[in-house]
């Protein structure tokens, strides 16, 4: 059972995905760009998508990688519903990032996007997506403090200096790397504009 410390911080659900703004569209197309060109080189036959969220990403990779075997899981049951009409081909479940409990070694990659800045332990977070990894994980978070100017911006959480909701943990880009080296032998940190990418392998 989970403790209140270890619980997930859900966050809010601006809809990003289906955003009009064509910012934020070349945003987003950005983010999936880099994202699927790292996976490419990882050359994944099976791939856990964790905290799947709506699915929208989930469908995106499924598109690029048709023979690559895909489950997803979400804390929310709200969520989880939606990414099952979503990605109706695949399974999805309800599971924290704490414990996703599928066996060790599950999946080639684990894919785990704007999370980590929603748990409250993310070493626990990291260790467990590391644990059902045989290959590699790759993770993404809002790049701070850029995130953060951008809501200004758009004068949005002025109140939390544009902290959005649901955000207990904020990471520059070296800090993001710090934390990802405790867990993995080798890592590398990108950048897609307002986020960041750690692409860590478990072997070398």
Same mark, same amino acid.
């Given at each position: 059972?989970?403790?209140?410390?270890?619980?997930?911080?859900?966050?809010?659900?601006?809809? *990003?995905? +289906? =955003?009009?703004?064509?910012? /934020?569209?070349?945003?987003?197309?950005?983010?999936? @760009?880099?994202?699927? %060109?790292? !996976?490419?080189?990882?050359?994944?036959?099976?791939?856990?998508?964790?905290?799947?969220?709506?699915?929208?990403?989930?469908?995106?990779?499924?598109?690029?990688?048709?023979?690559?075997?895909?489950?997803?899981?979400?804390?929310?049951?709200?969520?989880?519903?939606?990414?099952?009409?979503?990605?109706?081909?695949?399974?999805?479940?309800?599971?924290?990032?704490?414990?996703?409990?599928? *066996?060790? +070694? =599950?999946?080639?990659?684990? /894919?785990?996007?704007?999370?980590?800045?929603?748990? @409250?332990?993310?070493? %626990?977070? !990291?260790?467990?997506?590391?644990?059902?990894?045989?290959?590699?994980?790759?993770?993404?978070?809002?790049?701070?403090?850029?995130?953060?100017?951008?809501?200004?911006?758009?004068?949005?959480?002025?109140?939390?200096?544009?902290?959005?909701?649901?955000?207990?943990?904020?990471?520059?880009?070296?800090?993001?790397?710090?934390?990802?080296?405790?867990?993995?032998?080798?890592?590398?940190?990108?950048?897609?504009?307002?986020?960041?990418?750690?692409?860590?392998?478990?072997?070398?």
């Amino acid at each position: 059972m989970l403790t209140n410390k270890m619980k997930n911080v859900p966050g809010n659900y601006y809809d *990003k995905h +289906n =955003s009009k703004n064509p910012f /934020v569209k070349y945003l987003m197309k950005n983010f999936h @760009k880099v994202l699927l %060109k790292h !996976l490419v080189k990882l050359k994944p036959t099976s791939i856990l998508d964790v905290g799947c969220g709506e699915g929208y990403t989930t469908k995106i990779m499924i598109k690029k990688f048709p023979k690559v075997k895909f489950v997803a899981c979400d804390l929310e049951k709200s969520m989880v519903e939606i990414a099952k009409r979503t990605n109706p081909e695949i399974k999805i479940y309800e599971r924290s990032v704490y414990e996703l409990k599928f *066996k060790s +070694n =599950s999946f080639d990659v684990v /894919v785990m996007n704007e999370v980590l800045e929603h748990v @409250k332990d993310y070493n %626990k977070a !990291l260790d467990e997506c590391k644990r059902v990894a045989k290959k590699a994980c790759v993770f993404s978070v809002p790049n701070e403090p850029y995130w953060r100017i951008a809501n200004i911006l758009r004068l949005r959480y002025l109140k939390d200096l544009g902290n959005t909701p649901g955000h207990v943990n904020n990471f520059t880009k070296s800090q993001f790397k710090k934390v990802l080296k405790k867990h993995f032998r080798k890592v590398i940190v990108v950048n897609a504009y307002l986020w960041n990418f750690g692409i860590c392998l478990k072997k070398i």
